[in-house]
C-alpha cells in the first residue's frame, strides 16, 4: 500500500489505498516426451574347435639277468627314460646284477575337440513413449 505525503496547510491529511499485483508462479508437471529403456539377452551357440595336448607314458619291461660290476645310473635314450633295478645276491662274493630296466616313453598327441557352447549378449532397447498416453505405442 502507499500513501500520499501531506504537505502542510493542506487540510487534513487523506490516506489512499493503492492496488499492488503480486505474480504467483505455479509449475505442474506435463509428460511431452519420454523413454523406455530395457536390455534383452540373445543366446548365440558357436562351435569353438581348439587343439589339445595329451601325454601318455608307456611303461615296457625288459628282463636283463646279467651281472654288472656298479649300479647303472638313470640314462635317457630319445623320448625314453631308462631305470635300471638291482638285487644284491649272495654268492662267495657278493656282486651286483641287474635284472630288470623299466623303460618310461612320453609320446604326445594333438587332437581336435569341437565343443558347443552358449555365448549371451545383452541389447539395449530405446523406446519413444506416446505423450498423450506415456505409454509406447504398439
Do not use: C, F
Amino acid at each position: 500500500m502507499a500513501q500520499v505525503a501531506h504537505q502542510p496547510g493542506d487540510g487534513p491529511a487523506e490516506t489512499l489505498q493503492v492496488v499492488e499485483e503480486r505474480a504467483v508462479i505455479r509449475k505442474r508437471k506435463n509428460l511431452t516426451s519420454g523413454v523406455r529403456v530395457r536390455t534383452l539377452v540373445r543366446e548365440d551357440e558357436e562351435l569353438i574347435d581348439a587343439l589339445l595336448h595329451s601325454e601318455q607314458a608307456e611303461v615296457e619291461r625288459v628282463a636283463l639277468d646279467r651281472w654288472v660290476e656298479e649300479p647303472v645310473p638313470v640314462r635317457q635314450e630319445g623320448a625314453t627314460t631308462v631305470i635300471t633295478l638291482h638285487e644284491e645276491v649272495v654268492v662267495v662274493e657278493k656282486r651286483l646284477r641287474a635284472i630288470e630296466e623299466v623303460r618310461l616313453t612320453k609320446r604326445q598327441t594333438t587332437q581336435r575337440v569341437p565343443q558347443h557352447v552358449t555365448l549371451r549378449r545383452e541389447e539395449l532397447v530405446v523406446e519413444d513413449l506416446d505423450p498423450a498416453t506415456g505409454k509406447a505405442p504398439d
